[in-house]
């Protein structure tokens, strides 16, 4: 997933905000394997802990609950990998769910993993949910999310999980979508 320098302004309420820090941009929409089967993604940022991830999981199909991911976590200048595309544990659990066109989105969903020196636990809970009327020609469902997080990121010290940061809460983007079979 590509990164990007993301600078300008936001007018929000007859305020200017101006920004100036790293992005997610999507130029290869579908062109990737998750338009073949379910896939959830997220966003967070916590610009003054120098915090961010973006999060990609698939729903392995024909089972219930079973997912593999990926979490990218950029944290004081570190790029940091970690999920079972890096050959790590990668838990995702659907918390709450929401039945729309006879499929299940998780509006509501806890996500754990680690490697060997750092762990991330996310739980987020969807906000406002919107089916994107879009589906880029290519059959999707996309359901995308205002999402509220709760983050926690520790690194491994001996055999402990020291926090580097605990609680970190505020809102992001997550989508849920499925294929139209």
Same mark, same amino acid.
Request: aromatic share 24%; glycine share 6%; no cysteine.
């Given at each position: 997933m590509p990164s990007a320098r993301v600078v300008g302004v936001i007018q929000y309420n007859n305020q200017n905000f101006t920004i100036n820090t790293t992005g997610y941009h999507d130029h290869n929409y579908g062109a990737w394997p998750t338009d073949l089967f379910n896939w959830?993604?997220?966003? *967070?940022? /916590?610009?003054?802990?120098?915090?961010?991830?973006?999060?990609?999981?698939?729903?392995?199909?024909?089972?219930?609950?079973?997912?593999?991911?990926?979490? *990218?976590? /950029?944290?004081?200048g570190q790029r940091i990998k970690i999920g079972t595309l890096c050959g790590n544990q990668f838990h995702l659990k659907p918390l709450e769910r929401k039945i729309i066109d006879g499929k299940k989105y998780s509006v509501h969903t806890k996500v754990e993993t680690s490697d060997d020196n750092y762990k991330i636990d996310i739980e987020y809970k969807a906000r406002v949910n919107n089916k994107n009327p879009g589906d880029r020609g290519l059959g999707l469902k996309v359901f995308e999310q205002i999402s509220y997080y709760q983050v926690s990121f520790y690194q491994k010290q001996g055999q402990d999980w020291l926090p580097l940061e605990e609680n970190l809460t505020g809102y992001g983007f997550s989508e849920w979508s499925h294929t139209n079979l």
């Open positions: 959830i993604w997220s966003q *967070f940022h /916590r610009i003054d802990k120098e915090f961010s991830f973006v999060l990609g999981a698939y729903h392995i199909p024909l089972t219930e609950d079973d997912y593999v991911g990926y979490i *990218f976590i /950029r944290y004081r």
